[in-house]
């Protein structure tokens, strides 16, 4: 089992490059990621073992507010330390990702209202629930059936960074795939202490639940950092 699972975590960090820097035609592969994600287990582990993965309900209710604010408080770390190291300038995690935003469609003249209802909503649904079902469940699970439940921790974690790559570190220019070595680094390491955040919220309430919540704040409070102060006047960030 846990063969398979780096393959398919192999696959579907292919689909996720290729979704955020191949051409703009083939951007659909990345929600069809996430949708793969999301249904991976429903294809390949019985009922039991869905739940044993963590898709069922929390042990309390009260860990539904503590992720809610634990993932905001992440997504605010990580814009406070872009912005205070590297400004709105290139080498910010946020401002790349507000440029792939911008490369998916023409947003000249949109409203506030229109860039969160188009950028927000979408990163609400999509990776939040793809990503926590496929990494901190599936892949967690998998692992765990070959290795300690730490070392499962950390490798599923570490994929989590480095597939994030994609979105900051690495770019695709005419002369090919170049990195941001310093910023790139750091935003591995951001998106793999947000993980293992995710992570021990899925391990002490014994539900994905909290995690997808929690990465669902953590994408809104993105976004409201990146169009409140990292995008410009002309749509441009």
Not at 31 to 58: C, K, S
Not at 148 to 172: D, K, N, P, Q, Y
Not at 183 to 191: A, E, R, T
Request: contains cysteine.
């Amino acid at each position: 089992m846990w063969l398979l699972a780096i393959a398919l975590a192999v696959g579907f960090a292919a689909m996720r490059i290729i979704g955020v820097l191949g051409p703009r035609g083939l951007r659909w592969l990345l929600p069809l990621g996430f949708t793969l994600m999301a249904l991976t287990p429903w294809l390949l582990l019985d009922a039991q073992q869905r739940r044993d993965m963590g898709l069922r309900r929390p042990t309390t209710a009260r860990f539904y507010p503590i992720a809610l604010v634990a993932g905001a408080a992440a997504a605010l770390a990580c814009f406070a330390l872009g912005y205070a190291l590297f400004g709105a300038s290139g080498n910010n995690w946020f401002a790349t990702i507000a440029n792939n935003y911008r490369q998916m469609v023409d947003t000249t003249g949109w409203t506030p209202a229109r860039l969160h209802l188009f950028f927000t909503l979408p990163a609400m649904i999509f990776s939040p629930i793809g990503e926590e079902i496929f990494f901190r469940g599936y892949l967690q699970y998998a692992l765990e059936r070959r290795f300690s439940a730490r070392t499962s921790t950390i490798a599923e974690c570490a994929a989590f960074g480095i597939v994030h790559l994609c979105h900051h570190g690495l770019m695709l220019t005419g002369g090919g795939i170049s990195i941001r070595p310093v910023s790139g680094l750091l935003w591995v390491l951001l998106m793999f202490s947000t993980a293992l955040l995710f992570a021990r919220l899925r391990k002490t309430s014994g539900s994905l639940l909290p995690a997808i919540g929690a990465h669902m704040a953590f994408n809104l409070v993105m976004n409201v950092t990146i169009f409140g102060f990292l995008w410009g006047p002309d749509g441009a960030p």
